[in-house]
């Protein structure tokens, strides 16, 4: 999962893209993909000072759905003043990889009753690793101690590693009742990588839906899920992904901070979830989750960017 480019979505172009709904809207085509649960419409809201922009908003993300021939899923949330923004909040989607960040929590949940567990070293043979394992290729006949498996996992993506932590947590339950410990019970985990990320139209396993990733990611990032120093260092690992500049860190402006995890997979699953600092004032929580119609697609990091950007917009003005 390389990073990509840098932070070249402007909020302006963006949101350009709604003055012409009319001639998008006629050109037809709807998301490439049905729901594949969820009672939610695909209406977009936004708790916005006028109705107006909040009419712009929807429309961008409709006619992001059309050009992008995505089924897209959105929750932002600004922390400080409440408002939102939704659209297909409830529907199911593949995770991918964004569960590694519920995994690392999983591991420091446990650390806190188990002090010498992050400094453990786990062994690494050549039948442990797994396609994308860009940190523990490097470590194969060898070793990683757990901190390091959890930071190659969230901060580089290193499948082996995600499965190494899943080993220590009692395999896909051990996230999917992490998820619950954070008040989130509809998300889960049912298989290791790589096979997780198959993600086929209707299939629950492995799946979440817009609403309970942010809000789970909320709960571990900025509540109090895990004690004070497994937080800090979840924080610190997300803060140092290196899979999302072309993604959600492509949309915010350049002086803000992101701590996020991406994911991909099979249909063109894309999604990037993630709390974004401004300069001042409180951060916002955003998920943007989306997949395509045809087995072979390809995640489109842009769509993600452009999705971003008009969360800040939608949340800040």
Same mark, same amino acid.
């Given at each position: 999962?390389?990073?990509?480019?840098?932070?070249?979505?402007?909020?302006?172009?963006?949101?350009?893209?709604? @003055? %012409?709904?009319? $001639? =998008?809207?006629?050109? +037809? *085509?709807?998301?490439?993909? &049905?729901?594949? #649960?969820?009672? !939610? /419409?695909?209406?977009?809201?936004?708790?916005?000072?006028?109705?107006?922009?909040?009419?712009?908003?929807?429309?961008?993300?409709?006619?992001?759905?059309?050009?992008?021939?995505?089924?897209?899923?959105?929750?932002?949330?600004?922390?400080?003043?409440?408002?939102?923004?939704?659209?297909?909040?409830?529907?199911?989607?593949?995770?991918c990889s964004t569960f590694k960040v519920l995994a690392a929590a999983a591991v420091l949940r446990r650390s806190e009753d188990e002090r010498r567990l992050l400094r453990r070293r786990i062994g690494i043979?050549?039948?442990?690793?797994?396609?994308?394992?860009?940190?523990?290729?490097?470590?194969?006949?060898?070793?990683?101690?757990?901190?390091?498996?959890?930071?190659?996992?969230?901060?580089?993506?290193?499948?082996? @590693? %995600?499965?190494? $932590? =899943?080993?220590?947590? +009692? *395999?896909?339950?051990?996230? &999917?009742?992490? #998820?619950?410990? !954070? /008040?989130?019970?509809?998300?889960?985990?049912?298989?290791?990588?790589?096979?997780?990320?198959?993600?086929?139209?209707?299939?629950?396993?492995?799946?979440?839906?817009?609403?309970?990733?942010?809000?789970?990611?909320?709960?571990?990032?900025?509540?109090?899920?895990?004690?004070?120093?497994?937080?800090?260092?979840?924080?610190?690992?997300?803060?140092?992904?290196?899979?999302?500049?072309?993604?959600?860190?492509?949309?915010?402006?350049?002086?803000?901070?992101?701590?996020?995890?991406?994911?991909?997979?099979?249909?063109?699953?894309?999604?990037?979830?993630?709390?974004?600092?401004?300069?001042?004032?409180?951060?916002?929580?955003?998920?943007?989750?989306?997949?395509?119609?045809?087995?072979?697609?390809?995640?489109?990091?842009?769509?993600?960017?452009?999705?971003?950007?008009?969360?800040?917009?939608?949340?800040?003005?």
């Open positions: 999962m390389p990073a990509g480019g840098g932070r070249s979505v402007s909020r302006r172009s963006v949101l350009s893209v709604a @003055a %012409a709904g009319s $001639l =998008l809207a006629a050109c +037809g *085509g709807g998301p490439a993909s &049905t729901p594949s #649960a969820g009672s !939610a /419409g695909a209406s977009a809201t936004a708790t916005t000072p006028g109705r107006a922009a909040e009419r712009e908003h929807e429309r961008a993300l409709r006619q992001l759905e059309r050009r992008f021939g995505a089924r897209l899923g959105v929750v932002a949330e600004h922390t400080g003043t409440g408002r939102t923004l939704r659209h297909r909040p409830a529907e199911r989607f593949a995770m043979s050549a039948a442990d690793l797994v396609p994308y394992s860009p940190v523990c290729e490097r470590y194969a006949g060898s070793g990683l101690t757990v901190a390091d498996l959890c930071e190659a996992a969230v901060s580089h993506s290193d499948n082996t @590693a %995600a499965n190494k $932590l =899943l080993e220590l947590v +009692g *395999g896909p339950r051990g996230v &999917t009742a992490l #998820a619950h410990a !954070a /008040g989130d019970t509809v998300t889960r985990l049912d298989r290791v990588e790589p096979d997780l990320n198959s993600a086929v139209p209707g299939d629950p396993r492995d799946t979440t839906t817009p609403a309970n990733i942010a809000a789970t990611y909320r709960a571990l990032v900025l509540g109090d899920v895990l004690a004070a120093p497994g937080r800090e260092r979840l924080r610190a690992w997300m803060l140092a992904t290196t899979t999302s500049a072309d993604k959600m860190r492509a949309g915010v402006p350049e002086s803000w901070r992101v701590a996020d995890k991406t994911g991909s997979g099979g249909y063109g699953t894309g999604n990037d979830v993630g709390i974004v600092w401004p300069p001042s004032g409180s951060p916002l929580v955003i998920a943007v989750l989306s997949t395509r119609g045809e087995r072979d697609a390809d995640a489109d990091p842009a769509l993600i960017a452009e999705v971003t950007t008009i969360a800040v917009e939608a949340l800040t003005t």
